[in-house]
């Protein structure tokens, strides 16, 4: 027999649009408006997942995004499937397919039960505690630790849909479109300040737009009504905004937010195609007013899970905005007026009630007195004790409190219901005002966090600053926005309110029960199926700090981060440790407030986009010629070119002999460049490097070694001095911003009396270098009109060109060791200058080559590379450089860091070149070097830094760092490597031509 | 995020800016002449104060000028920017 649960009214429901969705391979019906959760009620589903440790039935427990219990696998394909997604948030569309997480085989039979029945044995901490030993089983224990741990399965496939971000910069932003947000949204607005009002849910009006009693009215019209008439307004206002189904994820400082926009998720899948599915707004406001409500808190009492059982705003919820009965026989229970409305209306609607049980004795309201009129049972001063029903919840037993709610007294009474909503009261949600780093304050009277301090220019209004009740509301919102705004009036100072909540409650933490709490299973937090027990259980075990409570019982810790719970589990902390609540302060809320989506995070920034990448102006070059790229820094830069079947070591061997033996040529452009003017800039560069300066002639190229305070490497490079008071800098390709940025800052900080003038030139000007005992030839042919003579143009200096019309700047200056040029021409002439270099180097087979066989080169010549044969702990000396170390200069960055107690110890790591025994083998970059094998524990001396197969040596070659290396000038190291132990000789880390006979060949 | 005002671009989003650790540490004229332990005070140490700390900031991705900051470090509000070389503000 199928009940009929779907009632008349439903506030959200259009019944003339009926949509059919899947649950668990079942198809079901709804209408438009409804929710998964509120289409899977009016079908009679309660039963939605596993939970987490103890695979119990669990089912819709909340009507929003507080959810912690109904959430479901979204779309079954492998890209666009999506774990955690809460039932109660994703509107039902054609099409919808879901199905329940944590469970195998199904929900109704899930061989996970059986933990259930386990869990006398599986306490708080049981992972710690259990697996900690022996160390070497975790392996093991891991393997089967993670297969039955997590909810659902991410998608395999890459997320086909688009995601945006957005920026938004408004006056005020209001966050939470109930009441107290409609009104504080037109308010502002008709203040003239450009308003945002943003929603998480589809509609505007939070619980007052159903609210549809006598009880509660405004200027004589039921509040629903009245709010309703004031939404239509505000829709008119010009500077509003208003987003709907968009949520604050989070709120950082200075009023910076993030919040979420879903465009499509509520769209049939056909209608999708090609819209945005997400937008990151990226909000700064001058103002924020948080209006985000509160969250009915559940109550703790034995097996106060089961499906079946939800809170009591939620069934009020259900029924009265979607028009679905939860159940047909049910039962309140409660310590505050709140589930009194929820029974005036399933009243209404002619649902039945079988009892309400009422933690507090006799209380003087409205509300009750009008349920009591319609002959339903009240228990006053009762408690739950416990409840049964395996997969839906059937009968309740209640007790009698005593009078200090510490035990219950008298007899069991049994009660039988389809379904149980509980009200313990309201928890202000207050999670986005603690992000933003707002203090709370703890209220005795009805146990309450509320915002206290607020650390940016906002304000809190309505519930979530406890303001539960119609009155306090109405009255309050008005006042504080006419001080916040600093405004005379409102048009809401005088409005006529009747509202009948009588604002008693009798908050018991965890509720007593006949049984001992070691028999119980009373969860306070549902989706990490965190008891009370597990929580008293922690605090015997000495935990007292609230953090470490919630990290060892994983209370608050799942995807809703506690979001009902979390004040009982602080509740009991209080009670049992005799802490005052407000003295133990609550855990951290933590973006975002509701999970993302990784696709709205990154938004555009995919594929190509995820990094930003810079190519030099010769890079269509290289990609039609095939070259493999290497990521340096952010630049692409050509790695080697192989031809047809080369694998990579082939190509880098038949570049590297090119080079030597007749020509290579390599893009060179992504070099930093900084063009420095000014009358103190020899100074300048006389205090930066460690070598001097003044006496370099106009027209010559010095190479210089830069330090860092520490008197570590830093980077290095050639410049050169272009005119008496002109130099141009080049720096490493990674280290250019970071020189720049250096510079900078000494010019500012330290010597503001110096003349000097840096420009950042490095995307200005390409290099183009050409070396080889031809490059004389090629280049000459370039520039023809140029003196290439060694006496007109040695090494280690620089002319101005003309390539035809383009200007040029000409080095001879050399990093592979050969006779070399680098022509440095404006950007967009690069390309062609390269093309001519490579026309007149065809008769001498000119080679383009890439990084690798640049750094092979290099290597043979013992040249460093900043960052791959130093790290931050090579000083200059450490490097076996100091003749590149001034001794005359009185100072320069790093120079009094060189003579450290420590920097002046002779074992420290050197760099020392390295021969292994067989001259075919390749050392591994990166591998130990050690002295004495059998040592125990073996003694580290250093490791490889560089290493490569000389194709011009024909051998391997290596560099690396060796503590004390300098003095160990051939001694036999070992290079220890997983299948064998290799020998190697230490050797002087310049492998090829010492006298530097080849610069002039 | 805070929002910096820089002092001569004025109010902009920090992620234009890079910060640069703590203001008015200044480099010693005459290095060579320190102890080690003197030298090491400068070089490395560096105060961590929860509350009102001098900071230099660099507004890199903007007129790259360097600067000083006064900020509570406890709650991040800025309290002063001032221009390198001027003196820090009272209180």
């Known amino acids: ?1001 | 995020m805070f929002i910096i005002n820089c002092p001569y671009c004025g109010e902009r989003e920090q992620s234009e800016f890079k910060a640069g650790g703590e203001a008015h540490i200044v480099r010693p004229k005459q290095p060579t002449e320190l102890s080690d332990d003197e030298w090491a005070e400068y070089l490395f140490m560096r105060k961590n104060i929860k509350g009102i700390q001098f900071e230099r900031w660099n507004h890199a991705h903007g007129c790259r000028k360097w600067f000083n900051m006064v900020r509570d470090t406890s709650n991040d509000e800025i309290k002063a920017v001032y221009k390198m070389g001027e003196k820090p503000p009272v209180e």
């Open chain 1, 1 to 1001: 027999m199928t009940k009929n649960l779907r009632l008349k009214t439903g506030k959200a429901i259009d019944e003339t649009y009926r949509i059919s969705f899947k649950f668990n391979g079942s198809t079901y019906y709804g209408f438009k408006g409804d929710t998964l959760a509120s289409a899977l009620l009016a079908n009679d589903v309660h039963l939605i997942g596993r939970s987490f440790k103890y695979h119990r039935p669990r089912g819709i427990m909340t009507a929003g995004s507080e959810e912690p219990n109904a959430i479901v696998q979204l779309h079954n394909d492998s890209s666009r499937t999506e774990p955690n997604v809460r039932a109660t948030e994703i509107e039902i569309y054609e099409g919808l397919e879901a199905s329940s997480q944590n469970c195998w085989p199904s929900v109704k039979f899930d061989i996970g039960g059986i933990n259930n029945l386990l869990s006398p044995l599986l306490p708080a901490g049981f992972y710690y505690k259990t697996f900690m030993w022996p160390a070497s089983f975790w392996e093991k224990y891991e393997y089967f630790i993670r297969r039955s741990a997590g909810l659902g399965k991410s998608p395999t496939k890459p997320d086909p849909d688009i995601y945006e971000h957005k920026y938004i910069h408004c006056d005020v932003l209001i966050i939470g479109a109930g009441i107290s947000g409609i009104m504080a949204a037109k308010i502002a607005a008709k203040n003239g300040l450009k308003t945002l009002l943003v929603e998480e849910k589809p509609n505007l009006g939070g619980s007052t737009i159903y609210q549809n009693s006598d009880h509660f009215k405004i200027n004589n019209q039921n509040s629903g009504s009245w709010l309703e008439k004031e939404i239509n307004e505000i829709k008119k206002l010009k500077n509003l905004e208003i987003k709907t189904r968009t949520s604050v994820a989070a709120y950082h400082g200075y009023n910076f937010l993030l919040a979420r926009e879903n465009l499509t998720d509520h769209l049939p899948i056909n209608q999708r195609k090609n819209k945005t599915r997400h937008k990151l707004l990226k909000i700064r406001a001058n103002k924020v007013i948080t209006a985000t409500g509160s969250i009915e808190r559940p109550m703790i009492f034995d097996n106060n899970d089961r499906p079946g059982i939800l809170l009591s705003s939620a069934i009020k919820r259900f029924a009265d905005y979607f028009g679905v009965a939860c159940g047909e026989k049910n039962i309140l229970f409660t310590n505050n007026d709140s589930a009194y409305e929820t029974a005036i209306s399933l009243v209404q609607k002619g649902i039945n009630i079988e009892a309400i049980i009422d933690n507090r004795e006799e209380v003087n309201s409205k509300l009750i007195y009008e349920v009591e009129k319609n002959n339903i049972k009240i228990y006053k001063g009762y408690t739950i004790t416990d409840t049964s029903g395996y997969k839906r919840i059937n009968k309740i037993s209640i007790m009698q409190l005593s009078k200090d709610g510490q035990k219950v007294v008298g007899s069991k009474i049994i009660l039988s219901c389809d379904c149980l909503g509980v009200s313990g009261g309201w928890t202000p949600a207050v999670h986005l005002f603690t992000q933003s780093g707002g203090k709370l304050k703890f209220r005795e009277d009805d146990q309450v966090f509320i915002p206290n301090i607020y650390p940016s220019d906002q304000l809190s209004i309505g519930s979530c600053n406890g303001d539960f009740t119609l009155d306090e509301i109405l009255l309050n919102t008005p006042k504080s926005l006419i001080e916040y705004l600093n405004i005379k009036n409102t048009e809401y100072d005088n409005l006529e309110i009747l509202s009948s909540t009588n604002k008693s409650k009798r908050n018991i933490w965890l509720l007593p029960s006949d049984k001992i709490l070691g028999k119980t299973k009373s969860f306070v937090d549902y989706q990490n199926d965190a008891t009370a027990k597990d929580i008293k259980l922690a605090l015997r075990e000495g935990f007292r700090s609230i953090e470490h409570v919630k990290r060892y019982t994983t209370t608050g810790m799942g995807t809703d981060q506690g979001k009902l719970g979390n004040m009982h589990a602080l509740g009991i902390i209080s009670e049992t440790a005799g802490a005052k609540m407000g003295e133990l302060g609550t855990t951290t809320f933590r973006p975002p407030y509701t999970p993302l989506t990784f696709g709205t995070i990154v938004g555009r920034n995919v594929g190509e986009y995820f990094d930003i990448f810079r190519k030099t102006p010769i890079h269509d070059w290289h990609v039609i010629h095939k070259a493999e790229f290497e990521n340096v820094g952010q630049w692409k830069r050509a790695w080697y070119y192989p031809k047809e079947n080369e694998n990579m070591h082939e190509a880098v061997q038949r570049e590297s002999k090119a080079a030597r033996e007749s020509a290579g040529i390599l893009d060179a452009s992504t070099l930093g460049k900084i063009d420095i003017q000014g009358t103190d800039a020899s100074e300048f560069l006389n205090r930066v490097y460690t070598n001097a300066w003044s006496k370099l002639a106009v027209g010559k190229c010095r190479y210089g070694l830069m330090l860092n305070e520490d008197g570590m490497v830093y980077d290095d490079g050639v410049t050169t001095r272009l005119g008496e008071n002109h130099y141009i800098m080049t720096t490493t390709t990674g280290g250019a911003a970071n020189v720049m940025g250096k510079l900078e800052d000494y010019l500012q900080t330290e010597w503001p009396e110096l003349d000097v003038y840096l420009t950042s030139v490095t995307d200005h000007f390409a290099t183009v270098s050409v070396c080889g005992p031809n490059s004389k030839k090629i280049v000459s042919e370039v520039i023809p009109d140029l003196d290439f003579s060694d006496e007109s143009f040695p090494h280690m200096s620089f002319k101005n060109a003309k390539i035809g019309k383009i200007n040029c700047r000409v080095m001879r200056i050399s990093f592979t060791g050969e006779h070399s040029y680098e022509i440095n021409v404006q950007a967009n002439y690069a390309k062609s200058v390269w093309e001519k270099c490579m026309e007149a180097g065809k008769d001498f087979n000119i080679t383009p080559y890439g990084t690798e066989t640049m750094h092979l080169l290099r290597a043979e010549k013992g040249f460093i590379i900043v960052g791959q044969d130093t790290d931050a702990t090579m000083t200059p000396i450490d490097l076996q450089m100091d003749w590149i170390v001034s001794k005359k200069k009185y100072d320069f960055i790093g120079k009094r860091s060189l003579y450290r107690s420590d920097t002046i110890r002779e074992d420290r790591k050197q760099l020392v070149g390295l021969l292994t025994e067989n001259p075919n083998e390749v050392l591994e970059e990166g591998a130990q070097i050690v002295a004495d094998i059998n040592k125990s524990p073996i003694e580290m001396l250093g490791h490889v830094t560089s290493s490569y197969y000389s194709p011009n040596l024909k051998k391997s070659i290596a560099l690396g760092v060796v503590r004390g290396g300098k003095n160990m000038m051939g001694q036999k190291l070992i290079i220890p490597m997983e299948k064998k132990n290799i020998s190697v000789i230490v050797a002087d880390p310049v492998f090829l031509d010492k006298e530097n006979k080849r610069l002039n060949a």
